[in-house]
């Protein structure tokens, strides 16, 4: 537990094994030289901590954390998460995670484009439908479940987001997971909650591993930092907005199939207003119904919008399927290694919503 900040001593130390051998190092107040500056990034943490309602002191720069305790337990990931990881949020008691809020209005276009016209639909064409055959609006029906089902698999699965260093000291055994699951180098032997970027080999670096400034982590090939979500992510695609949420190795499978689903369901709506125009009779008797032709204009319009975005985002990443790459790689032409797309292995989630924290010993 008593371990210098290299920096100043010199020394090398043993790694702390847990986020409480780092607090308990930046702790340990009598031990400290007068002139070490203050660690920000320890009292941001600490003040948060202290903000959640753990008792909290400073001396000399330092920071002195005691156990937490929140209704009784010990604090969860997900509560903790603002201050330990990036700008996702978390739901269903960190069951479900999704992006920052800054894509609401985005996310909110994506709901209304599938959800109003497909009520129109249903409201003002599916009676008609029916008649002239039910697979139509049946169809249609399942094609709407399975976008929205898709949609929210897309938006409140983890992309593959990498803990951040904090997390990694602060949940036991975390640390050894990743190195395990994803190959990186362990975390640099020492630096505290501030670490330099640990040398890295010619080979590794050729192979795409990365270290990331803002995370404090080594991350592997295809990993990137998304400026949206502010975290590391694996295979990282690119950021929607519009669905709220990176896309990534976990969930580019969803997305791939919300892409898909959302397809069939602008295709079988606007046949199904095709066959529902043709029945009314010819242009002027059109005219002459004012309100089934706003219906229709909102149905059509936004499903024509819809299924154009969505064309051209399929052919895309059909492509991009193809090939194998992602879209950042693609975009900006830094391919490192070969590899999967849509049949890469997902793979766990690492963040461990609902994983205690592991407090300081007293
Ligand atoms: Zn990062
Ligand atoms: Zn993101």
Known sequence: ??????????????????????MATRATDSEVPAEYPADSSVSSLSTNWAALGTSFETSAGRAMVTPLNIE??????????????GRNRFCCCGRCVTGPDIDFWYNLCTWSLILIPSALYFCF??????KVNPLLPIVTGIALVATLVFLLLTSCTDPGILPRRELRLAVPGLEEEIVSAV????????????????????????????????CKIV??????????????????????????????QRNYVFF????????????????????????????????????????????????????LGVICLGIF????????????????????????TLLHERGASLIHARSSVTPLEA
């Open 125 to 130: 064409c599916s009676r008609h439908l029916w």
């Open 72 to 85: 009784g337990r010990l604090p969860r990931v997900y509560e903790v998460w603002d201050h330990v990881g």
């Open 317 to 340: 990443h059909l492509f991009l399927i193809c090939i194998g790459r992602t879209t950042k790689e693609v975009l900006t032409g830094k391919i490192t290694v070969a590899g999967r």
């Open 256 to 307: 791939s199939a919300f892409l898909f689903s959302t397809g069939c369901l602008g295709f079988s709506v606007a046949v199904g207003v095709g066959i529902n125009y043709s029945s009314i009779g010819s242009l002027p008797d059109l005219w002459r119904n004012p309100l089934l032709l706003l219906a229709l204009g909102l149905i059509g319009i936004p499903t024509a919008l819809m299924l």
């Open 1 to 22: 537990m008593e371990m210098e900040d290299s920096r100043q001593s010199g020394e090398t130390r043993p790694r702390p094994s847990s986020w409480a051998g780092v």
């Open 219 to 248: 991350r592997p090939p295809r990993a990137s930092h998304c400026a949206d979500c502010d975290n590391c992510v694996l295979m990282f695609d690119h950021h929607c907005p519009f669905v709220n949420n990176c896309v990534g």
């Open 183 to 214: 190959g990186v180098p362990p975390l640099p032997a020492d630096g505290g909650l501030d670490p330099e970027c640990p040398p890295l080999s010619d080979l590794q670096q050729s192979q795409g591993y990365r270290w990331c400034s803002t």
